[in-house]
């Protein structure tokens, strides 16, 4: 069903990429990027499982569906990318078979009153409190520290439905424009391993693009 589904998105880029304005150049040889065997919509659309809901094709994909696919392509593209810094996946599965029993039981003419973001899984930059994720603003002095709740906008966030899967790397305190710092190490491009991600967002940026979150 995933692959069915999401094959007609492939032939898109993100709006980033696609403007004539941002071009990826061709990388060095002897360079290594990841999106040569993407296999995922890059930033395609914000609610996938809406649409399908949306149509009426609750069959097509379930929640514990969509998150397995968005777990399986962090697990595939983090270890060359250091994007993803906190693992959420037993917890995102957890929420997301509760959602395939939602979904199981709300009849067609009541989808729509599901929740805005419903089973969409997500990440978070470890700037935002998380409950029980790293939250170190990727400052030594606060290494080990983990956050005691969800902040308020993540709070919304799985309020609305969203499912996180984990959260992203960030420069140290946010002062940088690539994201790197003494606890996790550095985030690189997907486009390309040997240039930054940029920062402050760094982390987020990099999994998004490399289809492991649908946002962040």
Same mark, same amino acid.
């Given at each position: 069903?995933?692959?069915?589904?999401?094959?007609?998105?492939?032939?898109?880029?993100?709006?980033?990429?696609?403007?004539?304005?941002?071009?990826?150049?061709?990388?060095?040889?002897?360079?290594?990027?990841?999106?040569?065997?993407?296999?995922?919509?890059?930033?395609?659309?914000?609610?996938?499982l809406a649409s399908v809901l949306a149509a009426g094709n609750r069959a097509m994909l379930k929640p514990s569906e969509l998150t397995e696919a968005h777990l399986a392509r962090i697990a595939a593209v983090n270890p060359a990318l250091n994007a993803v810094i906190g693992d959420r996946s037993a917890a995102a599965q957890a929420e997301a078979r509760l959602a395939d029993a939602v979904l199981a039981r709300t009849p067609d003419a009541?989808?729509?009153?599901?929740?805005?973001?419903?089973?969409?899984? *997500? #990440?978070?930059? &470890?700037?935002?409190?998380? !409950? $029980?994720?790293?939250?170190? @603003?990727?400052?030594?002095?606060?290494? =080990?520290?983990?956050?005691?709740?969800? *902040? #308020?906008?993540? &709070?919304?966030?799985?309020? !609305? $439905?969203?499912?996180?899967? @984990?959260?992203?790397?960030?420069?140290? =305190?946010?002062?940088?424009?690539?994201?790197?710092?003494?606890?996790?190490?550095?985030?690189?491009?997907?486009?390309?391993?040997?240039?930054?991600?940029?920062?402050?967002? =760094?982390?987020?940026?990099?999994?998004?693009?490399?289809?492991?979150?649908?946002?962040?």
């Open positions: 069903h995933l692959k069915k589904w999401m094959a007609p998105e492939r032939r898109h880029v993100s709006a980033l990429f696609a403007t004539g304005h941002n071009r990826v150049m061709p990388m060095p040889k002897g360079v290594v990027g990841i999106l040569g065997t993407w296999n995922f919509p890059v930033n395609t659309v914000l609610s996938p009541e989808l729509h009153k599901l929740p805005a973001l419903f089973a969409i899984p *997500c #990440t978070i930059k &470890e700037f935002f409190g998380v !409950a $029980g994720q790293p939250h170190t @603003g990727g400052m030594m002095r606060r290494a =080990g520290n983990r956050a005691g709740s969800d *902040c #308020t906008v993540v &709070e919304r966030l799985r309020q !609305a $439905g969203a499912i996180v899967l @984990g959260v992203t790397n960030v420069p140290e =305190g946010g002062l940088w424009m690539e994201t790197h710092n003494l606890i996790y190490g550095r985030t690189r491009n997907p486009w390309n391993l040997a240039h930054t991600s940029g920062g402050s967002s =760094g982390g987020e940026g990099a999994i998004v693009a490399a289809g492991g979150a649908p946002f962040g």
